[in-house]
């Protein structure tokens, strides 16, 4: 349906996005997953036609679109990381403005506002004011707007960014139902990889504008079948502790946490007993020593050596 | 799709009592407080406006008097001779005009007199802090007293040249030398009709009169100045508003989610300036009802006025896309906020918001022609002067142009595709 072909920008000396390329079926919901700055928000401003690149190609349906986005934007629906709502407007007042930019008037605009505040939960709060919406109702209308003219693809760009879990569960779920119900395809960015982990069928991961890995879940976590991560948790840590850790050769890579480390080593090698001496040894109280199942953060500390949030 | 978007703006203004406040409540205080603070200065009441008239005289008048005298020695009755050599003092029309008009001490206190050398003349023209040149030619009196004595067929004029930059001192002194005029034309027909002269008694309070324009057509009243200077000022403010409401869409992304509606960005520009032009429009018609409802300001041509408005709101729109233009290329709220804080005080300054400019530097009066608030405020003025369409039209030809540079200055500056993010 769509495709990024080797899709570069470079802003001056920065460049924010180097020669990405990656696809995305009608149906699918693909993550795209990186830290802050890793040149998400860029990608999807090129894919949206909202940006030039400076290099490279955006195709629709084997069409260039970057001469003329008309047809893509058409098919397109865009939920911005920013609250992109006039917040001295009500949700209603939102909806129809936005709908009837996408040219829809009449009975067919008042029936797809109905649905859509159906949607997203804010049928009887569609009279009030955007300015007296918490955060995640702000964030469902967000995503309500984007919803309007049915389109064929959704972009998110980190659409749960400051809000409470039962929002951010909600949005999840909305994601589900739309994808389900209406194949909606959806392209969802984000740097919280459970969300990724929970939503998406196929995962780009980038860092510093590079595409690090790509591919199902499981084909994104096999990157990580010659190690095995351990999950230490104890009543407090010390330097010495962490330390010894660090500067043991078996250890490939180690998260330090408040009251947990997370230690990388290669899948054959096997240092719990040692762990639990040289606990006794720091005179900690370990309270589990467990090994993870590999996770998307896990696969993103292998590759950069830093965990998603840093 | 334009309609939307300025219905949009409108919505938001209305939800923003704050802004309102600063739209049409200040303006409208600011009115009642500088046309009711300075009413009696701008009606003439305060003497703290002082003009400065020149008088020059090209011959002696006693002389001129000794001399018409002389010649009436052979042709008129010694009596009646008689009662006209006793009456000398009665017989020296511009003495009286310098010494008991001018010289009254009412008068002195806004009126400076400063008697001239003819050869000063040249001179004297070239000195802007004149308000006012009397030149009495050779021969006046003489050629006067054959006119109402003798009943010769001759004409003798005063010259009086107004400075036109001293608007209210030019009038006061245009005021007096008419009354002087009129009293003394009645004098001559008193005289010829042998009437009683105890009607010739100078009004007092009438030689002070009452403050006309130049031009002689309807008064200016300070509620008038003041309701056209403070209207035309704070429109301005409209342009900011809008400007920095359009870059926050610019920067919360929903100029993003316009364009990727299909929206182009040309109908969203359009947009800008039709809102910057209608709510100014909205807003000047606000505030003008405002002070024809509180302070009776009416407009004697009521075409003119809309044709005016019209224009001013036009300049109004070129402003505020010219503002939003500039604020996306720099993505920054600096611009509006310079504009609002700097740019309008000066402009204000210069087109005479604060004060009546016609009474300053020709060169100041000519620079705030040339701001939209101050070609506006001329307008204005010369309407409720009585002026018509004919006599403003350059000031609304200057509106029209103004408008149309700022949107082509703002059509250039508003950047492409990518060009900003």
């Known amino acids: 349906m769509i495709e990024l072909v080797e899709l570069t920008k470079k802003f001056k000396q920065i460049h924010a996005v180097k020669n990405v390329s990656m696809f995305i079926e009608k149906g699918e919901i693909v993550g795209l997953l990186g830290p802050n700055g890793a040149g998400k928000s860029t990608a999807i ?8 690149p400076t290099g490279g190609d955006v195709r629709y349906l084997n069409k260039s679109m970057l001469k003329n986005p008309a047809p893509l934007r058409k098919v397109t629906g865009m939920v911005p990381q920013e609250i992109a709502l006039y917040t001295e407007l009500t949700a209603e007042e939102n909806l129809r403005f936005f709908g009837r930019l996408y040219r829809l008037r009449g009975t067919e605009l008042n029936k797809k506002i109905d649905e859509v505040l159906e949607q997203i939960g804010l049928t009887d709060r569609r009279k009030e004011v955007v300015n007296k919406f918490s955060g995640g109702m702000k964030r469902r209308l967000n995503i309500g707007v984007a919803m309007l003219h049915d389109p064929e693809l959704l972009i998110m760009d980190e659409p749960t960014v400051g809000i409470d879990p039962q929002s951010r569960n909600y949005i999840l779920e909305t994601v589900k139902r739309l994808n389900s119900e209406k194949q909606m395809t959806v392209l969802y960015t984000s740097h919280y990889m459970e969300e990724v982990e929970y939503l998406c069928d196929r995962i780009y991961i980038l860092d510093k504008g590079n595409l690090i890995a790509s591919g199902t879940q499981e084909q994104i976590k096999s990157i990580l079948s010659t190690e095995k991560t351990i999950l230490v948790q104890a009543n407090r840590l010390t330097d010495e502790f962490v ?20 230690i990388i080593v290669p899948k054959e090698v096997n240092i719990f007993s040692w762990l639990i001496k040289l ?10 020593v467990n090994i993870k199942t590999p996770t998307l ?3 993103f500390l292998h590759l950069t050596g830093r965990a998603l949030r840093d | 799709m334009t309609w939307n978007i300025i219905k949009k703006q409108g919505l938001q203004l209305l939800r923003n009592p704050q802004q309102l406040l600063l739209l049409i409540g200040l303006p409208i205080i600011l009115i009642t407080i500088l046309g009711t603070a300075l009413s009696s200065w701008m009606n003439g009441e305060n003497p703290d406006i002082r003009a400065k008239v020149a008088f020059v005289e090209h011959s ?6 000794e001399q018409f005298i002389d010649g009436l020695k052979e042709t008129m009755p010694s009596g009646e001779l008689e009662s006209i050599s006793g009456n000398v003092e009665n017989l020296m029309v511009i003495d009286t005009l310098k010494n008991d008009i001018f010289g009254n001490e009412e008068i002195q206190e806004f009126v400076e007199l400063d008697i001239t050398n003819p050869s000063m003349l040249n001179q004297l023209k070239e000195d802007n802090t004149f308000t006012a040149i009397i030149e009495v030619p050779e021969n006046f009196t003489y050629n006067m007293l054959e006119k109402i004595i003798l009943d010769k067929n001759v004409e003798p004029s005063l010259s009086v040249l107004y400075n036109d ?29 042998e009437l009683d002269q105890s009607v010739l008694q100078m009004d007092e309070d009438g030689i002070i009169g009452e403050v006309t324009t130049i031009n002689q057509k309807n008064s200016i009243t300070s509620k008038d100045y003041y309701s056209i200077g403070m209207a035309v000022m704070n429109v301005l403010f409209i342009a900011a508003t809008i400007g920095s409401m359009a870059l926050y869409e610019k920067k919360n992304l929903v100029f993003d989610r316009v364009i990727l509606a299909g929206v182009s960005r040309w109908v969203y520009f359009i947009g800008v300036f039709l809102s910057g032009a209608l709510f100014g429009f909205m807003q000047l018609m606000i505030i003008y009802l405002f002070a024809w409802i509180a302070f009776g300001v009416t407009w004697p041509n009521l075409l003119a006025f809309l044709v005016v408005t019209v224009f001013f709101s036009i300049a109004v729109g070129g402003v505020t896309v010219l503002l939003t233009a500039l604020s996306y290329r720099i993505n920054s709220e600096m611009i509006t906020n310079f504009f609002s804080s700097i740019i309008v005080t000066i402009m204000a300054f210069l087109g005479g918001s604060f004060y009546p400019i016609g009474d300053s530097l020709v060169v100041i009066r000519t620079m705030g022609n040339f701001t939209p608030n101050g070609a506006g405020m001329s307008a204005y003025l010369s309407i409720l002067r009585g002026d018509g369409l004919s006599e403003i039209s350059e000031h609304i030809l200057f509106l029209l142009i103004f408008a149309i540079t700022t949107i082509i200055v703002a059509a250039f500056s508003f950047p492409k595709r990518g060009a900003v993010k």
């Open chain 2, 60 to 65: 002696n008048e006693k002389e001129q008097v």
């Open chain 1, 243 to 262: 330390n010894a850790i660090k500067t043991n050769p078996t250890v490939n890579r180690i998260i330090v946490g408040e009251m947990e480390i997370t």
């Open chain 1, 297 to 299: 953060e896990d696969v």
């Open chain 1, 279 to 288: 606990a006794e040894e720091s005179g900690l109280e370990l309270s589990s």
């Open chain 2, 165 to 193: 930059t001293h608007q209210i001192g030019g009038s006061i002194v245009e005021s007096i030398v008419t009354q002087f005029q009129e009293q003394f034309t009645l004098s001559v027909f008193v005289n010829k009709n």
């Open chain 1, 45 to 52: 401003s090129m894919l949206s036609s909202l940006m030039e």
